[in-house]
C-alpha cells in the first residue's frame, strides 16, 4: 500500500508560537475553547514543564463545526517521548469535566502509520486511559485542517497521510462500528434502542454515517454539518426529511446523551408550535436506522467501485 508523508498544512492559532500561554488562542474559532485549552495548557506545564512541545486542534474546532453545548474539543498532544502515564493521569485529574479529549503521540509517531502505533494514552470524558485509537482519520484531519496551538508552524511538521489507508479504515468502520450500532439501536429495550429515539441519537447515526461517505466520495474529511449537506446532495428526497432534523438538531446544540436531554426533547414532537419534522420519536428513529442502513449500503459500494479497484 502506498503512503507518503507530506508537509502539514496545519492552520496557525498562535502568532508568533511560543512556549507560553498567553497569546496563543487570538484565532480560535470559540471563546469556550480558548479557556479550555489555556487552562490545559497552563496544568500540563506546572506538572511537567517542556513535556508537550506540540498541541493541535482537530474534529468539530478544526473544520469550523464546533458547537459549544455539545462538542468537544479534540486535540493531539505532541511529546519529544512517551510521557509517563503518571503525569498525564494528573493533568487529567486535574482539568476535570472540561470536554477536552485527544490522544498524546511522538512526533516520530506523527511520521508513521498510525495503524502501526498500537495504543497511545488518551483523555477521553476527564480521564486518562491507554486504549485510545489513533487511526488514518486523526492524521488527515490533522495534516489538512488542524488547528496549531504550541509547536511547528504550518508546513514545519511531517504527518503521514495516505488517502488509500484512509479509505479502506473508512470502509471498516462502516460494519466494525456503525453496522453494528444500527443492530444494537433495533433492539428497543437496549441503552442505543433508547438513545436512538432522542435527538442526541438522530444526530450521531445521520450525520456519523453520512461523514464516512463522504470521505469514500471525496477522499476527504467533513464535519457534522458539512456531512449533512453532503447527504441531502447525494441522497434521495425520500431521507432529507430525516437529514434536515439530525441538521436541525446540531444547529440548535441541545441534544446531549443524556435523559434529560431526551426527556426534554420531547417537546419537539408534542409542542405547540412543533419543533421537530416528526410527529412522534417512534417514527423518527424508523427513519434513522432506515437511512443509515442505507448509507453504510452505498458507502461501501462506494469504496468498491473508487478504491479497492482503483
Known amino acids: 500500500m502506498r503512503h507518503s508523508l507530506v508537509h502539514s498544512r496545519i492552520r496557525?492559532?498562535?502568532?508568533?508560537?511560543?512556549?507560553?500561554?498567553?497569546?496563543?488562542?487570538?484565532?480560535?474559532?470559540?471563546?469556550?475553547?480558548?479557556?479550555?485549552?489555556?487552562?490545559?495548557?497552563?496544568?500540563?506545564?506546572?506538572?511537567?514543564?517542556?513535556?508537550?512541545?506540540?498541541?493541535?486542534?482537530?474534529?468539530?474546532?478544526?473544520?469550523?463545526?464546533?458547537?459549544?453545548?455539545?462538542?468537544?474539543?479534540?486535540?493531539?498532544?505532541v511529546t519529544a517521548a512517551d510521557p509517563p502515564a503518571g503525569v498525564?493521569?494528573?493533568?487529567?485529574?486535574?482539568?476535570?469535566?472540561?470536554?477536552?479529549?485527544?490522544?498524546?503521540?511522538?512526533?516520530?509517531?506523527?511520521?508513521?502509520d498510525p495503524a502501526e502505533l498500537g495504543e497511545r494514552p488518551q483523555a477521553h470524558e476527564g480521564r486518562l486511559n491507554r486504549r485510545g485509537e489513533v487511526n488514518p482519520v486523526t492524521w488527515h484531519t490533522l495534516s489538512n485542517h488542524g488547528l496549531t496551538c504550541r509547536g511547528p508552524k504550518p508546513g514545519e511538521a511531517e504527518i503521514w497521510n495516505d488517502p488509500a489507508a484512509l479509505a479502506a479504515w473508512t470502509n471498516g468502520n462502516l460494519d466494525r462500528y456503525w453496522r453494528r450500532l444500527v443492530t444494537r439501536a433495533s433492539l428497543p429495550a437496549s441503552p442505543w434502542g433508547l438513545l436512538s429515539l432522542g435527538g442526541y441519537g438522530t444526530v450521531w447515526f445521520v450525520t456519523g454515517v453520512a461523514r464516512l461517505h463522504y470521505t469514500l466520495a471525496t477522499g476527504e474529511i467533513t464535519s457534522k454539518t458539512g456531512a449533512g449537506r453532503h447527504a441531502l446532495e447525494v441522497f434521495p428526497e425520500r431521507w432529507h426529511r430525516v437529514v434536515n432534523e439530525a441538521l436541525r438538531l446540531r444547529e440548535e446544540d441541545t441534544a446531549l446523551p443524556t435523559l434529560a436531554s431526551a426527556l426534554s426533547g420531547l417537546g419537539d414532537h408534542f409542542g405547540t408550535p412543533r419543533r421537530s419534522l416528526y410527529g412522534s420519536p417512534f417514527e423518527r428513529k424508523g427513519d434513522v436506522l432506515g437511512f443509515a442502513d442505507q448509507v453504510i449500503t452505498a458507502a461501501h459500494e462506494l469504496y468498491e467501485e473508487r478504491w479497492r479497484r482503483g
Open 12 to 77: 496557525d492559532c498562535d502568532e508568533p508560537t511560543t512556549p507560553g500561554v498567553a497569546g496563543w488562542a487570538a484565532m480560535t474559532p470559540h471563546p469556550k475553547i480558548e479557556a479550555i485549552v489555556e487552562t490545559y495548557l497552563s496544568l500540563a506545564d506546572a506538572e511537567a514543564p517542556g513535556l508537550v512541545e506540540g498541541l493541535y486542534l482537530e474534529g468539530s474546532a478544526a473544520l469550523g463545526d464546533y458547537r459549544p453545548g455539545a462538542s468537544d474539543v479534540d486535540f493531539v498532544a
Open 88 to 112: 498525564l493521569e494528573r493533568i487529567h485529574a486535574r482539568l476535570g469535566a472540561h470536554p477536552f479529549e485527544g490522544v498524546y503521540v511522538t512526533w516520530e509517531d506523527l511520521r508513521r
